[in-house]
């Protein structure tokens, strides 16, 4: 069976890295992504130039039904589904809890909690029906550790869930074969800071960080894949850490 990974949120940054080494290491690779078409397709073109096979799938994981969707066309254009990579996530603004809108707390919950849930169901159905030992990787933060005091307290909480969601479904899943595992990145050099409100955070965070300086998405994306290969196939419910020594 052809190795067919979806990649949540793979338009920039750290999931688009993953879909690259993805697609180096063989797999055809769903490029999903919620509003920046151009990237998408930017990077499937990437890929397919390089010989490899891609497609850029428009869907909002927090949805059940684009969830659904997602999925469909995936195998219809790729073939069936043997791996997954819940990458989308999103944090809200920089700030104190007690100053963040409760809109965007239930937003970032929509996205990091209940779309990786719903990518997760979609994924054991597709795995059952094509008879898969699939793999599933969660992208969890280090916040689920720190907490993220004074930044955004919600979105560590949200991963917090991820974590233990993992755990859960991992033993759950464990008698089938099916995988499921987690990597925590700390700090990364992506567009997610400014996007947060703060273009300047790489800079005030890299002290605190033990190694000095901001991991790379290609860093993360080792990980990930590394998850996903045969080399861990005695690995579930495991959370790894990749963030620079905190």
């Known amino acids: 069976m052809e190795k067919v990974v979806i990649v949540t949120g793979a338009g920039r940054g750290i999931g688009a890295a993953i879909a690259r080494q993805a697609a180096a290491g063989g797999y055809a690779v769903a490029v999903n992504y919620r509003s920046d078409e151009a990237a998408a397709e930017a990077l499937v073109a990437a890929i397919r130039g390089s010989g490899g096979r891609a497609a850029a799938i428009q869907a909002d994981v927090a949805l059940e039904a684009e969830v659904a ?15 997954l990579v819940n990458n989308a996530g999103i944090t809200g603004r920089i700030a104190r809890f ?99 409100g703060e273009p300047g955070r790489p800079a005030r965070v890299a002290p605190a960080i033990p190694m000095g300086r901001l991991a790379t998405p290609d860093e993360i994306a080792e990980a990930v894949m590394w998850m996903l290969s045969p080399a861990a196939s005695y690995v579930t419910g495991t959370t790894l850490r990749c963030a620079g020594g905190l």
């Open 69 to 83: 969707q997602l999925f469909a066309r995936a195998e219809e254009e790729l073939g069936p589904v043997t791996a």
């Open 98 to 196: 007690t100053e963040t809108d409760p809109a965007t707390i239930e937003a970032v919950f929509r996205t990091n909690v209940y779309g990786t849930m719903h990518c997760c169901r979609a994924a054991i159905d597709a795995f059952r029906r094509s008879g898969a030992r699939g793999v599933i990787v969660n992208l969890s933060s280090v916040a689920a550790a720190t907490g993220s005091p004074r930044e955004y307290v919600h979105y560590a909480a949200s991963k917090a869930a991820v974590e233990t969601f993992t755990l859960g479904l991992a033993r759950e899943l464990a008698p089938e074969g099916i995988r499921v595992c987690a990597v925590a990145p700390g700090s990364t050099l992506t567009g997610i800071h400014a996007a947060a």
